[in-house]
């Protein structure tokens, strides 16, 4: 049976930080729904996130994702997972705070390269340095992160231990 969140669960944080397995994994076991943000922007779009940003650019792929998570957000609660740049708009962290308890799976440089590197497929990371650029996006990005409701620190594990934890804190 599906239980009633007061409010939606949403997961901010880098990429590589576990937002889509965690949250998968977190509305399973609270018998809730499940919604990745990029993959509610892939679908409405009809094309990847890297075709968005290599047809139309960034500045239109935020303004979608914003559409998405305000969409989302106007749904019953439900755990939500975001990408990684959306907490850095203001619109959209308005938005989280109205209607969710957002929680920044805080992950650290070394575990977030490891995860990411075998996958090529995010536009940010497209550049000479890519590990150099994570970690400038990570700096530039963590004290924005830091505003978040909940900091939780997603250090490396598997995902079932992971989710574990982070329920017992919510
Ligand atoms: C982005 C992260 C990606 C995706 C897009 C931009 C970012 O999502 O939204 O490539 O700005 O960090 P993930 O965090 O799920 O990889």
Redesign the pocket.
Known sequence: MKQRLRRHIVLI?????G??AVGTELARRLHVSFT???AA?ESAAAMS??EI?ARDG?TF?RDR?AEVIARLLERPPGVI??????W?QERNREAIRDHALSVWLNCDLETLWHR?RMRS?????QTADPKGTLQR?LEE?NPVYATADLDFPARPGSVEKTTARLIEVL
């Open positions: 944080g880098m990429m590589g930080a937002k889509t990745d943000s990029d922007i996130i890297s940003f960034e792929f994702e997972s975001t990408g990684g740049g959306a850095m990411v497929t995010r536009p940010l990371l996006l990005r």
